[in-house]
T-cell receptor
Framework: NAGVTQTPKFRVLKTGQSMTLLCAQDMNHEYMYWYRQDPGMGLRLIHYSVGEGTTAKGEVPDGYNVSRLKKQNFLLGLESAAPSQTSVYFC???????????????FGQGTRLTVV | AQSVTQLGSHVSVSEGALVLLRCNYSSSVPPYLFWYVQYPNQGLQLLLKYTSAATLVKGINGFEAEFKKSETSFHLTKPSAHMSDAAEYFCAVISSGGSEKLVFGKGTKLTVNP
């Protein structure tokens, strides 16, 4: 049971380049989330999905796009990377809250992205 | 919209001393509340969760938290700190009646001194 797997773990981009971060979960979770973590800012929600084919904006969605074509995968895209997007990105997944007792989110190990 | 506020970005205690990390939430409906721990260069691990079954919640590694509706608080405590408790701790909330998204506080970094 792999849980939540993020790919890649590290990446360095030049300003203006694009990339896609992949999050895969094998727990049949409905909800998936993308967060960014910056010093002193905690985890800020970028986008999330409440099921296959759905996406919604979080607190800091600008400059990012997402897709949830398959239930187990949640992709985060940066179309034109900027230095302000240098951060550690975490993906998480969970069952639908308030419907099952085990409603906590499970996290991937993170992707450290540097934009130069 | 729901939110959480963690009081104190850094907390320092001596080994063997009481650990108290503060979290206050804002939610117009009964929330689910969580404490997560993050060790250096790792992902987040669930410590404990409140889902309305009991107001005093026990978690892993000797931590516990008490849900106090009157104070809108969910403070994390541990009677005796251990060196291995040094980490960053995050409080998080999710509530129904809307987007049901999981929102985090800014974190509290715990240092344990020998």
């Amino acid at each position: 049971n792999a849980g939540v797997t993020q790919t890649p773990k590290f990446r360095v981009l030049k300003t203006g380049q694009s990339m896609t971060l992949l999050c895969a979960q094998d727990m049949n979770h409905e909800y998936m989330y993308w967060y960014r973590q910056d010093p002193g800012m905690g985890l800020r929600l970028i986008h999330y999905s409440v099921g296959e084919g759905t996406t919604a904006k979080g607190e800091v969605p600008d400059g990012y796009n997402v897709s949830r074509l398959k239930k187990q995968n949640f992709l985060l895209g940066l179309e034109s990377a900027a230095p302000s997007q240098t951060s550690v990105y975490f993906c998480a997944s969970s069952y639908k809250p308030y419907q099952v007792p085990n409603t906590e989110a499970f996290f991937g190990q993170g992707t450290r992205l540097t934009v130069v | 919209a729901q939110s959480v506020t963690q009081l104190g970005s850094h907390v320092s205690v001596s080994e063997g001393a009481l650990v108290l990390l503060r979290c206050n939430y804002s939610s117009s409906v009964p929330p689910y509340l969580f404490w997560y721990v993050q060790y250096p260069n790792q992902g987040l691990q669930l410590l404990l969760k409140y889902t309305s079954a009991a107001t005093l919640v026990k978690g892993i590694n000797g931590f516990e938290a008490e849900f106090k509706k009157s104070e809108t608080s969910f403070h994390l405590t541990k009677p005796s700190a251990h060196m291995s408790d040094a980490a960053e701790y995050f409080c998080a909330v999710i509530s129904s009646g809307g987007s049901e998204k999981l929102v985090f506080g800014k974190g509290t970094k715990l240092t344990v001194n020998p």
